[in-house]
């Protein structure tokens, strides 16, 4: 028997204890899969926008993969904390793998950043998603009328939908109450999206660019002289040798380039070659606009600045400049990458591989690619794993670690107690009228599951 922690049950830890208990080479691998949280599934319930229905839809396989008898999920257990140091844990198990993701956003660096209506997107992304140490934040919508979004990834592109959608669209997602009825009276009318490079540079994918066209009410426009100084835009030679993702696209905006702009309502403005030079506020201390410097091309994929600045107004500003991973105390790390240094998912202290500790998803390779890419990643350490099951097996063990858990006075939720999460999350919507709405605090969902 082989009993292997997972600390994670986001989409990495998650394909991570699938691969482990349904290979065949090492018998008898049961695996703990822990999470911070009460609730599982990590990014695909508390970062995947609450409109994207299909990809939400994934939780359903990796709810079955929870749900296999060889796997137990335990959430609302902090590892790394005083209760389980990471050094408990490897006592407790044969083996650790880490799939703790990448929690923190990055900073522009900028003066202005820390006044009022200045936001991470991944801060505006948890409290929408109702992730329970978001719920007291506060945007202060009814008093925007323009956003400005930093950034030109996925992210970006979500929270620039999500403020630009109507209420209508976002009361059949599982959206938290509060966080619906604030962006069902926001005065909204205008986001731009602003990116410091260009648009054949853009790291967001073309479906996700295409939708901001689809947006009932919504104007989505870019500016044709803007998108001309990528050097690509008007060589199709150079446009064709493009990677698929960014030849698409260009397609894509140059159709809205060349399209009326109408007047709809709400505006999306898509924004290249601006790089952030600092955010402006008023006497309140409230972000009123963001100074933006124009740059260009500098011939190696990069930009410089020019010289010449523009404001674009604003009373809510979002930065949404990547992730980066957070140290774990007991973990070795790299503060240049935000990972944990590693050979194929086996932890490297001191440049050699430490048995019996792993790491995969973003805590591994750091933050990117979509969920699907998980899958490989959490393969290739599951095989690092098995490949050292041998010497990981002949450790005993002092019994099970759920005993060892509780005595260390944590309260672990086991799968019924998340079950029952998810049905007061049914009851909940229903009481609104609504499809299930996520319980947005910890004392709602420690509550439901029978732990308050
Ligand atoms: P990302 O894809 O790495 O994009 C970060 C963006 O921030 C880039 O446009 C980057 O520009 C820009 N940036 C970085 N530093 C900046 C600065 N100082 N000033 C101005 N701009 C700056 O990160 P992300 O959007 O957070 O996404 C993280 C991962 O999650 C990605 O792999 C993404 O695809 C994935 N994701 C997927 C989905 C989906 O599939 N629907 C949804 C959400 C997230 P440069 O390119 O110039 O550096």
Known sequence: MLRVAVVGSGPSGVYAAQTLVQQREVP???????????????????????DHEKIKSLQGSLRTVLEDERIRF????EVGGPALPTGRLLELYHAVVYCVGAARDRLLGIPGEDLAGVHSATSFVSWYSGHPDAVDESFDLPGVDSAVVVGAGNVAVDVTRILARGPAELEPTDMPQPALGALAISGLRRVAMVARRGPSQGKFTTKELRELGTLPGVDTVVDPAELAIDPVYEDPAAAAA???????????????????PGGSGRRIALRFYLRPAEILGGPDGRVTAMRFERTAPDGRGGVSGTGVFEDIEAQLVLRSVGYKGVPLAGLPFDPSKGTVPHAAGRVLRAGRASVGEYVAGWIKRGPTGVIGTNRPCAKETASS????AGVLARRELSGDPLDALRAAGLHPVEWPGWLAIEAAETDLGRSFGRGSVKIPDWSGL???????
Do not use: I, M, T
């Open 28 to 50: 008898g691998v049961l695996v703990d899969v822990l999470d911070r949280l009460p609730a599982p599934y990590g990014l695909v319930r508390y970062g995947v926008a609450p």
């Open 74 to 77: 335990l959430g609302n257990v």
């Open 242 to 260: 493009l990677p698929a993702v960014a030849r698409r696209n260009l397609e894509a905006l140059r159709g809205w380039a060349g399209a009326d």
């Open 385 to 388: 794993l098995l490949q050292d």
């Open 446 to 452: 420690l509550g439901a599951a029978g732990l308050a």
